[in-house]
């Protein structure tokens, strides 16, 4: 039973489903060129967006570490030490290249943010 406040008609809203057959079968946008995607990716995307994060020497790293420690652990995860970080990055299904890394540190060591610790894994002493 139609009540009668649907924004759309029925016949947009099946041209609609229609549309979007594609991308919802597939997961990914169904466009051949890239400026035709609804939401093309930025020039200034960090690595996350291209795939796993592996921390390893370099400033060039530091950002996208950061950005996934950041995104993962988020702000009340600090202060921590090592193994705290590494046992809520398992929990939270963190990637093995990442956690073993921050297992590896010395354990009495305690970091105040997640720069901090990129700074650490990337031996970067920016």
Same mark, same amino acid.
Do not use: C, I, Y
């Given at each position: 039973?139609?009540?009668?406040?649907?924004?759309?008609?029925?016949? &947009?809203? #099946?041209?609609?489903?229609? /549309? $979007?057959?594609? +991308? =919802?079968?597939?997961?990914?946008?169904?466009?051949?060129?890239?400026?035709?995607?609804?939401?093309?990716?930025?020039?200034?995307?960090?690595?996350?967006?291209?795939?796993?994060?592996?921390?390893?020497?370099?400033?060039? &790293?530091? #950002?996208?570490?950061?950005? /996934? $420690?950041?995104? +993962? =652990?988020?702000?009340?995860?600090?202060?921590?030490?090592?193994?705290?970080?590494?046992?809520?990055?398992?929990?939270?299904?963190?990637?093995?290249?990442?956690?073993?890394?921050?297992?590896?540190?010395?354990?009495?060591?305690?970091?105040?943010?997640?720069?901090?610790?990129?700074?650490? +894994?990337?031996?970067?002493?920016?």
């Amino acid at each position: 039973m139609q009540r009668g406040s649907d924004r759309l008609s029925v016949h &947009r809203d #099946d041209e609609m489903k229609h /549309e $979007l057959q594609g +991308l =919802l079968r597939s997961g990914h946008h169904t466009r051949a060129e890239e400026w035709n995607d609804p939401e093309p990716a930025a020039d200034d995307d960090p690595e996350v967006a291209g795939g796993p994060v592996e921390p390893g020497p370099g400033p060039e &790293r530091l #950002d996208a570490v950061r950005s /996934e $420690l950041g995104r +993962l =652990l988020g702000r009340s995860s600090f202060p921590a030490t090592p193994p705290t970080l590494a046992q809520l990055l398992r929990a939270r299904s963190a990637p093995d290249r990442l956690v073993e890394p921050v297992a590896a540190l010395p354990g009495k060591t305690v970091f105040r943010t997640a720069s901090d610790l990129a700074k650490a +894994l990337t031996n970067s002493g920016e």
